[in-house]
């Protein structure tokens, strides 16, 4: 290890020193020490999260304009880590996503007051794990860093320890075990295969091995270990057919988790699936597999979100199964992977996923911290219970029906945009069925989104009392909603950024 | 299929018996009803596969299975069993049996398929030294260049090592986690804490339900 590995680290590291931070300063909040209020003292432990997330946040920044030290997008640390900017690109996504989920909990974690220190601390610990995994080039670390952001996220989802919480516990660490299971079967054959646990390492190899041709990726082994990894992350992603714990999860975890999970876990599953899988298909031949396999998987999940999502009475279920139909936008992406477009650009594929993933981190946490802070005053989770909500919170209201209208895509928010950006590469590499699918998906997932718009600035409701959100709350909701707007209405800013963040074509 | 190990009669023999005993003992982990039992059968199902690591002349590993695994695990998980009592009726995630057996089979299948289609050999012809010193783990850093590319075989040691039996890899171990997977094994740190405050928060809940 010399600096240059410290300082690619140096995000990461920041983000698990703070997470020990706070376990330490939960130890010294300790109620009635230095004669603080019960709680008083331990609320101090959201500011101390909050604000020490500008940790890894300046150091990240560091990396990315090279202020200090010698940033590098070579892999680093015997080749296991690799802070290139698209590495950065994600580890901002994972930093703002745990500040919005840390800033907009307050209120709702009253309820766990005895447990907020090891709230943050595991929060904190699966934004490291994240980060990390966003960066690793190399086999194992990626194994270590998905386990580091599952098993926190376990036990996150089994904090509220009632009957609905701790079965949603119990199904996330099985069906996460079971996915990583199938996750490092996939990895074992790539090592057996090629024998090295190296990204580069192993492309060098797969090129100096014999390509069979008329084999989908030249190899069965490679073929299989192809199958297995995107099973597993599969599950991470929450696309179908992978996606059965996603409802009872998100229905059963505290909605905060559940917001943290929906974005930040699943964003940081498709970077590492991207990394593997541009590194990958640098080969020709093999681009043609990868089409097929995710227009499959894309189609799967576009249609299994949206037609479950029909039924739905629950809001918490609803946007679970919300998030699997826009997992399943993203792998149209996916879909259009290496082959040049017909504008001359190899990168409009990765290009539309990471616009997508973005615009869909704003978008997302902002409608699910939103609910959030009105589910918990109401205590009525379900969609009916969100009748007439403009008379009980304006500005809530307007903002959960922006909110909710990126998310099926209606200009000018950026839900449009990233939809228009990321049908039109599928239409460019050929793909034109599966734009049609995805467009005959948005229409049917109109019918809920939109239903839910008119309760809520339409409905009757008898329960007249205003819900008066925590500034906390508003200020996430705000910045969510408004990063929505002008992601959709300057789309060059953002597009500019990903373009110099996409290092790994 | 490409023999690793020495492939005399008797390590053939072996293998097909250890396994046995994995595959037989993990079946009975699976369908025995009563968890002490089949704690007993995890802990036969970790000596089958101490056996195998034996057999592909990892000793070093298969000491350390029978160690954590076979003595420490299997004794903390029948712990555990004891302490949290009566769960034999607690099978509610197996609705769908016929769905998990049918995905099991398949899987298992195209993993058979799989295994016996591939020429696992194709990796011995590889004459890239790079290539060959990624296959072996044998690296020596040459010249003071930092491209990454700028490493060469130790032909010696590859030589020993894809010849006929494996070398003893418990040598190679101890710098491997300090050097090539120091990352991993440092994140695993942070994974053992994340996993023990979890485990305190979920357990200190249900005192404190069973309490009131």
Redesign the interface.
Known sequence: MNAQDYWALSPVIAMAALAIVLLSADALLAERMFGGRRFGSKRALSWIAFIGLLGPAILALNLWFGWLGNSTSDPVIYGTFTADRFTLFFQFLIIGTTAAVILASVPYLEQFRDSLGEFFTLLLIAAAGMMLLVGASELITIYVALETTALPAVALAALRRDGFSIEAGAKFLILSALSTALLLFGLVFLYGYTGATRIDEIVARLATLPFEAGVPFGSLAVMLAVLLIVAGFGFKMAIAPWHMWVPDVYQGAPTPVAAFLSVASKASAFAVLMRLLYSMAGFEAVAQDWQILFALIATASMTVGNLLALSQTNMKRLLAYSTIAQAGYIMVGFAAVSIASSSGSATSGPQSIMYYLAGYAFTNLAVFLGFTAIIHRTGDDTIAGLGGLVKRSPVLAVLMSIGLLSLLGMPPTVGFMAKAVIFSTAVDQGLIWLAVVAVVNTVVAAYYYLRIVGLILFGETEDTDPIKPAPGEMAAVIVGIAGAIVLGVVPWLVLQLIDDSITIV | MNAAFDSGPIATLAFYLASALTIASALIVVTQRDLVRAVVALAMSFVGVAAIYFILNAEFIGVVQLLVYVGAISILIAFAVMFIGDLANAGT?SQSRLISAVAAILLLA??I??AY????T??KD?T?A??VA???GRYEVAGTSDD?NVISAVNSDVEDSRGGALVDGSSHIGPALI??????FE??G??L???L??????I???QK?DAA
């Open positions: 995630l195209t993993v398929f799989v289609n591939t020429d696992w194709d990796i590889v890239d790079d290539a990624g296959l072996t990454k050097s090539d997977f120091v990352l991993p994140t695993l942070l994974l804490i994340a996993a405050i979890g485990a305190l928060l979920v200190r809940g249900r339900d």
